[in-house]
């Protein structure tokens, strides 16, 4: 089974940008649709961007449209989300998580994930 590891958090002023990166390990990323969720204190887990297993389908939440980018390179097996434009709202734990199917097309409708990294926490200040 994939296992999968967070890094890139960190603090950042407003209006700054941050890359996150999750890498797998085990059997091929390529078996795997993927997305990246977050939780600030008190709130619910949110997905905020998903990815098909190929990479050419996206889809984000509206507080992630025209700001972040996800991407993958299954070669690597590296997930990346690239954060732009950041809010203090935006500062949570950032989570990857990875289903083994092969969607034709993400949807961040999609919740339910098998595997999840640890997290990497993103503080964003004013």
Known sequence: QVQLVESGGGLVQAGGSLR????????SLSNYDMAWFRQA??????????????GLSTDY???????FTISRDNAKKTLYLHMSSLKPEDTAAYYCAAQASRSSKASVDRREFDYWGQGTQVTVSS
């Open 41 to 54: 204190p008190g709130k619910e887990r949110e997905v905020i961007a998903s990815i098909n297993w190929s």
């Open 20 to 27: 996150l990166s999750c890498d797998a390990s085990g059997p």
């Open 61 to 67: 939440a509206d507080s992630a449209k025209g700001r």
